[in-house]
């Protein structure tokens, strides 16, 4: 919601605001590894920080996030786009 907010933001200032969607579950391990994983982590008396939950996401199911963001620029190519500010 905060990147849709920010692009109307954007457009309503006189710019241009562009989502990228990418259609990736999560971190595409499935719901029941999700499950497990915030369960581990509400347990635990850590934080919320992102290299905290891709070690946990390991240590539960065994595998890394597979998500391809690399993919997420391709359509800012197409579109011209060569900068973002």
């Known amino acids: 919601v905060y990147g849709i907010e920010e692009c ?3 457009a309503q200032a006189g710019g241009c605001g562009l989502i990228v969607y990418a259609r990736q579950e999560g971190n595409a ?3 029941v590894a999700k499950f497990l994983v915030h369960n581990a982590r509400a347990k635990s008396q850590q934080g919320s920080d992102v290299r ?3 070690e946990e996401t390991e240590r539960v199911t065994g595998a890394a996030d597979v998500r391809l963001y690399e993919l997420c620029a391709d359509p800012l ?3 011209g786009i060569s900068r973002i500010h």
Request: glycine content about 8%; aromatic content about 8%.
């Open 8 to 10: 109307v933001r954007a």
């Open 29 to 31: 391990l499935g719901e």
């Open 77 to 79: 190519l197409w579109l």
């Open 52 to 54: 905290q939950r891709e």
